[in-house]
């Protein structure tokens, strides 16, 4: 993946798909047609942008279907969580997918933070970063840890719970 900050002065969805390979073209170490961009607003008149080379997409998805996995999208967890917490349980509030690989935070279902994890250590220093920062989680959703572990990092927040992504897997 490359990953890129740029200025734009919107944050509609469907209006930094039609912009972004205009302004990523020239920017990035491929022609803009060799690639699939997508990005996120950050706010402030920022966006974090992504590409990913069609090649190298479609070889991952010929794994995938040689090892009989349909996938039901396909990217970085960067971008789909905070669209999928706000789908899942509202956009309001500021709300925490924690998983085996990542603690991702979105609030009002915008990107706030992201950090890969390896250990349970990684989560609790993310998470004592954001209370340092004085980001309180108000809903956590978590995949691979223990909750009641992650309750006691957390004790602000009202919620924390494992992902129900209601019938779809993880």
Same mark, same amino acid.
């Given at each position: 993946?490359?990953?890129?900050?740029?200025?734009?002065?919107?944050?509609?969805?469907?209006?930094? =798909?039609?912009?972004?390979?205009?302004?990523?073209?020239?920017?990035?170490?491929?022609?803009? &047609?060799?690639?699939?961009?997508?990005?996120?607003?950050?706010? +402030? +008149?920022?966006?974090?942008? @992504?590409?990913? &080379?069609?090649?190298?997409?479609?070889?991952?998805? #010929?794994?995938?279907?040689?090892?009989? *996995?349909?996938?039901? $999208?396909?990217?970085? #967890?960067?971008?789909?969580?905070?669209?999928?917490?706000?789908?899942?349980?509202? +956009?309001?509030? @500021?709300? *925490?997918?924690?998983?085996?690989?990542?603690?991702?935070?979105? &609030?009002?279902?915008?990107?706030?933070?992201?950090?890969?994890? =390896?250990?349970? %250590?990684?989560?609790?220093? +993310?998470?004592?970063?954001?209370?340092?920062?004085?980001?309180?989680?108000?809903?956590?959703?978590?995949?691979? $840890?223990?909750?009641? %572990?992650? =309750? *006691?990092?957390?004790?602000?927040?009202?919620?924390? %719970?494992?992902?129900?992504?209601?019938?779809?897997? %993880?």
């Amino acid at each position: 993946l490359s990953v890129r900050v740029i200025g734009l002065p919107f944050e509609d969805r469907k209006k930094l =798909k039609d912009i972004l390979p205009f302004e990523l073209s020239g920017l990035l170490h491929l022609d803009i &047609e060799e690639l699939t961009v997508d990005g996120m607003p950050l706010g +402030g +008149g920022k966006v974090l942008a @992504v590409a990913v &080379e069609k090649k190298a997409l479609r070889e991952y998805l #010929a794994i995938m279907d040689g090892l009989g *996995a349909d996938p039901f $999208w396909a990217g970085s #967890a960067l971008f789909a969580v905070p669209v999928l917490l706000d789908e899942l349980y509202g +956009g309001k509030g @500021v709300k *925490a997918f924690i998983s085996k690989d990542s603690l991702i935070v979105a &609030e009002d279902g915008k990107m706030k933070f992201f950090k890969p994890v =390896k250990r349970f %250590e990684g989560v609790k220093l +993310g998470l004592a970063y954001l209370g340092a920062e004085g980001i309180r989680v108000q809903e956590a959703y978590v995949s691979g $840890w223990d909750i009641k %572990e992650l =309750k *006691a990092l957390m004790p602000e927040a009202g919620k924390v %719970e494992g992902l129900d992504l209601r019938g779809y897997p %993880e």
